[in-house]
Structure formats: C-alpha cells, structure tokens
C-alpha cells in the first residue's frame, strides 16, 4: 500500500497535490494545521475536502505566537495590490511555518508508515516564500531523515515548477472541486481580491477565460 | 547584544547548557514544550530554571498524537534497567521531536533577531536517539536556514561530545541548581532510578562519588 501524508491547507495548490497524489494511487493522510491564521475559512475548506475524498486527517493546533506576521496578526493589514514579480518577501510571511508544518509531517508518517509526504509547495511561492524553495525542500528531506529511525521518507512537490495557471489546468483534468477550495488571506464571504493570494488566483483563472467558481457563488 | 534561543526540558542538560550560554554573555529566550509527555514535572522544573534566571520564555503546547512513544502514551511502560550500551532506538523515542521542537526554535529565533539556538544534545543520547547526532544538527542548520529570511542561525550543542559525567561536572563549576532539574521519565515524588534516564544520571553521580540533590531531598 503506498501510504502518504499530505500537508493540507485547503488552498488550491495543495488540494489539486491531494487530487494528484490520489490520482497516482496513494492512500493519504491529511495533515492540517490551525496555527491561529486570521480566519477559520482555510481549516473548513480542508476538512471538507477530506470529506469528501474519505481519507484520514490529523489536526495540529498550534501558534506561532512569537511572529510579527500580518497572516496570524489580526492587528496587521494584508498587503493589497501588491506588485507580484517583486521578489521581496512579504509581511504574511510566517518564520519557519513550512519548516514547522513538514516536521510534523514527517513524524506523522514515520509513525504510519508512510513513505512519502506530499506539499503543494510551487514556482510563484518560492518567489518570495524561502520555505517553499526547491533547495530548502531537499535539505529539509536530507536533515529530517538523517534524525529520524526509518530515514527514508521522501518529500514530493509535483507541483514545484508550475504556476497558477497550469496548476488550475491540472485541477480541472483531476476534477478538483476549486468551488470548495479557499486561498485568500482574508476569511470574509467572498475572496477580497486583492491580496497576493487571490490575484494569482483570479489571473490564472482570467488567462484561462474562466470564471473562479468562488466568484460565482 | 548576543541574542540566542534555548530549548529547555528541565533536565539537566539542558539546563547546564543554558548555564554555560548565560556565563557565556548569551542573552537567554528558552523555548519549553508541552507535548503531552507522562508528567509536567520537567516542565515545572524548566519554568523553575528560567525564573530563578530571569530569562524570557516561550511556552508551545503540542501533541504527536500519531506516535507510539512509552514517553507520550501512558498505557504503555517506560522501559526499566535496560541495557544502556545498546544502540537499539528505545521506545521512548518520539518520531521528530527534536526536528519539531528545533524548528520552533529557529523561528522563535528569527522572529526576535537571536542567532544562535542552543541545544543539549550530547553523545549518551544519540547513541539511541537519531535526532542528537550532530550529522542531523549540522544537516537540519542548513536546510533551516535554507528555508528563512535571515539564514544565518546557527544551532549550538556544547555538550555533544560529552557524556554525563562530564556534564555534571561542568555544570557544577557553572553552579547549576540540579536539586531543581529533573530527568526521570516518570513523574513520581522521587526518580524511579530506572528509566534510562535516571540511571545514565544516578551512574554519573555515583562515579564521581556524589549524590544527586533529588536523591537526597
């Protein structure tokens, strides 16, 4: 049986990842964090995508307290409008928090037997998010093994050269159900449109010639 | 100001660590967990230790509820009077704990500009434990580093070449109160003297024809 953990936000990227990984026949246990990020909209989009697909899950609920980050801040605004080919790396985001989240994934699948887990980490990430960069996920995997028993658990990123557009293309073949899916910073009842999240979103969607099915609703 | 982040259980190497980076002109924040391990006892004693110094302190509640350590799981026995020169992994093991808990710790360090993250990992432990060897220390340095802004933290292990006697007698130069440290798996009024634990320090005391304050009280 080729067990997998997947790190679950209930974003795009990581729910067309779970898609995939089923896809390619991988029996899957969603990992799912609450790390006090501004709204509950994200957790709820994961757990109902995990309904939906029958698979198990953990939750993991913790806080980066320390952090002066505008994405577990509430106080802080997200930035909106922001230039998206800049490469600086901006105020959501949280130190260590992928580095946090794989850990634990990695001790969730030594301790199930699962020999791989599974990120949506991609291309437009690592533009600005160093824990979503190509290199920092194949030390990770290199440093996490070389502390662990079993020593042979493989970090999987199929998405790590794609951008938006191309990931959504993949989603629609894997039938993804993007309309309950969640990626923007802000938890209202529509996506805000214009924090970095959204924008990528609502662009790739637009070069498509496609309507967000969040838009719609 | 020479900021630094220590991990601390309570111990006592952990604790003579934070005694030798203070002395060392260190500036102190210790990172305790909570993860549900048998009893609170070290994590008294940890908050002990950062009162009676005056350090900052960061508390993160936690849980492996995946894992299937005799450390976290309390219907399961701690392992007595073991062969302690075995390098089989006991099942006080707990899946990427030192993974998890250090990637804490380096972001608790970016967040508040520390540069160093202290660890007291020393060469008893990873005879049995992979997350003490220094390959991961070194391995798990990088690849943090990797994956964050600043990518300039380093981990420090002053003790990992040493063994428990050694410890101890550095620590009593350092003048650590090792009547308020605590080391036993167990929780109980007194240290079993069974667990591993215990009799790599009640071993050490004994060769160095003293008696451990706990002991003693």
Not at 89 to 112: D, K, M, Q
Not at 116 to 121: M, P, Q, R, T
Not at 173 to 178: C, E, G, Q, Y
Request: with cysteine; aromatic share 10%.
């Amino acid at each position: 049986m080729k067990r997998a953990v997947i790190l679950l936000s209930g974003g795009l990227d990581s729910t067309t990842t779970l898609y995939l990984a089923k896809r390619n026949g991988h029996v899957l246990t969603a990992l799912i964090f609450d790390y006090h990020q501004r709204h509950k909209k994200e957790i709820k989009a994961a757990t109902k995508i995990v309904e939906l697909n029958k698979i198990n899950r953990h939750f993991v609920r913790t806080a980066f307290s320390w952090t002066h980050s505008s994405l577990t801040d509430k106080k802080k605004h997200v930035p909106e409008n922001r230039n998206l080919v800049t490469q600086v790396i901006p105020s959501t985001y949280v130190a260590g928090r992928n580095i946090v989240f794989l850990s634990y994934a990695f001790s969730l699948a030594e301790s199930i037997g699962a020999k791989k887990v599974f990120i949506g980490a991609h291309v437009q990430d690592y533009s600005g998010y160093p824990d979503c960069r190509p290199e920092f996920l194949r030390n990770f995997e290199r440093a996490a093994n070389s502390g662990m028993k079993s020593g042979d658990i493989k970090i999987e990123a199929p998405l790590i050269n794609k951008n938006k557009k191309e990931i959504i293309t993949l989603g629609l073949k894997l039938k993804v159900p993007f309309e309950h899916t969640w990626s923007c910073y802000e938890g209202g009842i529509k996506p805000c449109g214009k924090c970095d999240s959204c924008r990528f979103r609502i662009k790739a969607f637009e070069e498509l010639e496609l309507v967000d099915p969040l838009l719609r609703k």
